[in-house]
């Protein structure tokens, strides 16, 4: 069965550092990866996803994660963090050939970032 | 457009009782989704439909239900409340559900209390 394993339930930064979120994957199976965002009292909001196009994927707001099949990895990060990306971060994933509305998410990343 | 829309945004019911919730997806949507979000579960997914079938299902009871009308808003619906179903319940649409172009969209939620 698919799973995602998210290191850290909570990571702090100073404004300006490197954010660095992990996740890693079991999938026996090529999987589709995510990550989403949640701000307090709301929804998630997808911030990139890997489709096999390309193993270094490009999001919003600034984000990126590389695709590492070997290390069975997805980290997240962004070069330079802003007061403004303190939220929870998600990675998730689906089967291949499955559907994107079929998600496996991990337990979540509260992201806080210190002035 | 208008975005994912959830309603009620919060429900307090007692143990026993049923309630049903309603998500109008983006306009153009025709695969919906369901998750349950608790501190301690994270993100479950409780089931997707597409047209009006369901099609695919997580492993809730059978207390747990839904249903898509035509228009392609759906409603879950949950009988014989139980504590345990306390949680912020989180509905998602895209066009087909599909990886490479979709993008899946989620609502606000809602908070469900049981007492």
């Known amino acids: 069965a698919q799973s995602v394993t998210q290191l850290g339930s909570h990571v702090s930064v100073s404004e300006g550092a490197l954010v660095l979120l992990r996740c890693n994957y079991s999938s026996s199976v090529p999987p589709y990866l995510f990550w989403y965002v949640q701000y307090p009292n709301q929804g998630l909001q997808l911030l990139l996803k890997y489709t096999s196009a390309a193993t270094l994927v490009k999001g919003i707001n600034g984000f990126e994660a590389e695709f590492k099949k070997s290390e069975t990895s997805f980290h997240l990060t962004k070069p330079s963090a802003h007061m403004s990306d303190a939220a929870e971060y998600f990675c998730?994933?689906?089967?291949?050939?499955?559907?994107?509305?079929?998600?496996?998410f991990g337990k979540g990343t509260k992201l806080s970032v210190k002035p | 457009k208008a975005g994912v829309t959830q309603t009620p945004r919060y429900l307090i019911k007692t143990r026993g009782q049923q309630v049903t919730l309603s998500c109008s997806p983006i306009s153009g949507h025709r695969s919906v989704s369901w998750y349950q979000q608790t501190p301690g579960q994270g993100l479950q997914f409780l089931f997707e439909?597409?047209?009006?079938?369901?099609?695919n299902k997580g492993n809730f009871p059978g207390r747990f239900s839904g249903r898509q009308f035509s228009n392609s808003r759906s409603e879950m619906n949950v009988s014989t409340l139980e504590l345990g179903d306390s949680a912020l319940y989180l509905c998602?649409?895209?066009?087909?559900?599909?990886?490479?172009?979709?993008?899946?969209?989620f609502g606000p939620g809602t908070r469900l209390t049981v007492l």
């Open positions: 998602a649409s895209s066009e087909t559900g599909g990886h490479y172009t979709d993008t899946q969209y």
């Open positions: 439909y597409f047209s009006e079938t369901q099609r």
């Open positions: 998730a994933v689906s089967d291949y050939g499955g559907s994107q509305g079929n998600l496996i």
